[in-house]
């Protein structure tokens, strides 16, 4: 059986997750606190750089997210994920590599000022700022008429976008004026795979002390 091995408030684990859960697939959830126990030997002999999320499939084990999503895609290609006209794909993977590449290190700053670890930098925020309405204006034109990234069926990009793209309002970026965009969140937030994996303010609340308790150790 499929086992995954997570923690609920990482964007990298939710993404798999959701795209078990959009697969139809049977899986079991092994969830990690990552207050240490990342480092077992038992967890590192299947993910040798101690992260979440990592996958076990009988007797193979995968880490890095978009590499398991792959994998997902073509072990159990039901549920589709992925389109496969060229220039859909292409879109797909494209959007999928600007949310890695150019979104996810521009909402660090953002995210660490959530956690408690204070404001970014204003040079750092302006630059962080400027990029996401690349970014947004990019989405808002790929998008066009289409429900999702791939077409009218949920793909890859709208699972690996679709965690991050949603925070952006939480974190003083405001979204609305990129309708398409706006409009495409509001869509994946109301699907169950969604639903389901949504973190809830409780667990925010105890990343935050961990996080916290975690700097203080370390002054
Ligand atoms: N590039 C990796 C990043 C994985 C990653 O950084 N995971 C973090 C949580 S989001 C983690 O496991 N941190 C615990 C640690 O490094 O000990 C992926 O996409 O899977």
């Known amino acids: 059986m499929l086992k995954l091995y997570h923690q609920p408030l990482s964007p990298n684990s939710r993404r798999v997750w959701i ?20 480092f ?38 039901e549920h589709a994920l992925q389109p496969k006209d060229p220039k859909s794909l292409g879109i797909v993977q494209m959007v999928r590599m600007v949310t890695i ?21 204003p040079e750092k925020a302006e630059q962080s700022k400027q990029k996401f309405a690349i970014i947004l ?9 289409n429900a999702f990234f791939g077409g009218e069926q949920v793909s890859l990009a709208d699972i690996t976008a679709g965690v991050s793209i949603p925070w952006l309002p939480k974190l003083g970026i405001p979204i609305d004026s ?14 169950p795979a969604w639903q389901a994996t949504q973190p809830t303010p409780e667990m925010l609340a105890q ?13």
Not at 137 to 145: A, E, I, K, S, T
Not at 178 to 191: K, N
Not at 209 to 218: D, F, I, S
């Open 207 to 219: 990343l935050k002390a961990m996080m916290q308790a975690r700097m203080a150790k370390a002054q």
């Open 19 to 38: 795209a078990l859960l959009e697969k139809e697939l049977t899986f079991e959830l092994i969830a990690l606190k990552l207050d240490g126990d990342q």
């Open 178 to 191: 990129y309708t398409r965009v706006q409009a495409w969140c509001d869509r994946l937030q109301s699907r």
């Open 101 to 121: 590449n150019e979104l996810s290190p521009a909402m660090s700053p953002f995210v660490g000022q959530m956690m408690g670890m204070g404001a970014p930098d």
């Open 137 to 145: 204006q990019l989405f808002d034109r790929l998008l066009g008429d």
């Open 40 to 77: 077992t030997p038992e967890f590192m002999a299947i993910s040798p750089f101690h992260h979440i999320p990592a996958l076990v499939d009988d007797d193979f084990s995968i880490v890095e997210s978009q590499a398991i999503l792959d994998y997902l895609e073509a072990k159990y290609p």
